[in-house]
């Protein structure tokens, strides 16, 4: 049976951080003027992207419920997973616990983020894990808890010098001492960075016993080894694959008009150049700076559904959405659970002189990314989002 509403049906496809507080947020600003908001979500549980290495090391996360997270906001939750965009009939096709189900909409924020991209290189689909869900993480535990009960160690590899690469093997290295951590990148782990925060990383990545492996290019992930491009093969007891992302195919199968990474373009307010009704934000979309493309980072993406939000609500108001505009402020990093990094930046993205390192960053970092539930309560009222924080911003490259 499909869900019937009245008013201006507005869908929100993805109830991750962007998805969410979009949601959240459309309903504050449409309710007045006959908005009517469904958030679709394949799992009930709010998944914390940014954490997925802690997971992935074995630490054990609070669980967040959807349905908890938006009570009282006045958004209707349907758990389910869309399978196909209709854009001519404006459907989403849902497969739920009940069936297939039909959805209409009026308005699509699509929402649906990116997963780590195992297409490059050969291998990396079948012999690597990733952090793209709690279930891939805890994969990723499972095999390094095995690993560590042999009691003879065990090599693990990092694929992949950017933000998340950099978190997952410090985490890996500090939780697991026993094993023997390699981080493979083709840049300098953290070469986005300035040179003092840059030197604070290395001797983090030194003092945890992490072998850097710079300049390297991986050509195929075996079952026990990664081969270089030089004809080298490490040895290795897990892999783990973090470098490159791409969105899901479902907006390009729908017939959007998406980028190479798969990712909607989108126009200044942040709404499909080919289908108008649907906005795409957060790491589905394609959203242009004056310096080129954001990066798919929470920082951007966070501000990204904000801004939606205000879009369609100045829209059934008869008002004209403004362009979306946005500058990044900092580049956090853990390194373990008794170190971190905060590199300060242009809005470019480029490195400011400033940075924290040590306790001061943690207690940073520990603030910008603590519990999403007063965050997205917040962001009923507030006009820019308090909670902004960087994650995969450079990782494609590294």
């Not at 997971?55 to 609070?62: D, S």
């Not at 490059?120 to 990723?140: C, E, F, I, K, Q």
């Not at 040895?235 to 969105?247: H, Q």
């Not at 990712?263 to 080129?292: C, E, F, M, N, Q």
């Amino acid at each position: 049976m499909t869900p019937k509403l009245t008013g201006h049906r507005i869908v929100v496809l993805g109830a991750g951080y962007t998805g969410m507080l979009a949601a959240i947020r459309t309903a504050r600003r449409t309710r007045r003027h006959g908005g009517r908001v469904t958030l679709v979500n394949p799992s009930q549980r709010f998944t914390e992207r940014l954490r997925m290495h802690q997971i992935a090391a074995g630490q054990r996360l609070a669980e967040h419920q959807i349905p908890d997270l938006i009570r009282g906001t006045g958004v209707e939750f349907l758990p389910g997973r869309a399978t196909r965009i209709d854009l001519e009939r404006r459907e989403l096709h849902l497969d739920t616990a009940d069936g297939d189900r039909r959805l209409g909409y009026d308005t699509l924020v699509y929402a649906i983020g990116s997963v780590a991209d195992t297409t490059r290189v050969p291998g990396s689909d079948a012999n690597a894990y990733t952090l793209d869900s709690p279930a891939t993480a805890t994969r990723l535990a499972a095999r390094l808890a095995e690993l560590a009960g042999r009691g003879a160690g065990g090599t693990v590899a990092v694929c992949g010098g950017g933000l998340t690469g950099i978190e997952a093997a410090t985490e890996i290295a500090e939780s697991r001492p026993g094993l023997r951590v390699v981080l493979l990148t083709r840049d300098a782990p953290g070469s986005m960075m300035g040179d003092r925060a840059r030197a604070h990383l290395d001797r983090a990545l030194h003092r945890l016993g992490i072998e850097v492996r710079t300049g390297v290019d991986i050509v195929r992930i075996g079952p026990d080894a990664v081969e270089l491009a030089d004809g080298e093969r490490v040895p290795v007891d897990a892999c783990l694959w973090t470098t490159g992302f791409v969105a899901p195919p479902l907006a390009a199968e729908a017939g959007l008009t998406v980028d190479g990474h798969g990712r909607i373009v989108v126009d200044p307010t942040l709404r499909s150049v080919s289908h108008p009704s649907v906005y795409a934000i957060g790491d589905a979309a394609a959203i242009p700076a004056p310096w080129g493309m954001l990066h798919g980072t929470c920082q951007s993406g966070i501000p990204s559904g904000a801004h939606a939000a205000d879009g369609i609500g100045r829209r059934l108001r008869g008002r004209a959405a403004r362009p979306f505009r946005f500058g990044y402020l900092h580049q956090p990093v853990c390194l373990g659970r008794r170190d971190a990094v905060i590199q300060f930046t242009r809005p470019d993205d480029t490195p400011s002189r400033w940075y924290l390192a040590g306790r001061l960053a943690i207690t940073y970092k520990e603030i910008v990314s603590s519990s999403p539930t007063a965050t997205f309560r917040l962001s009923r009222w507030l006009s820019v989002p308090l909670w902004a924080v960087s994650r995969r911003a450079a990782d494609a490259g590294s």
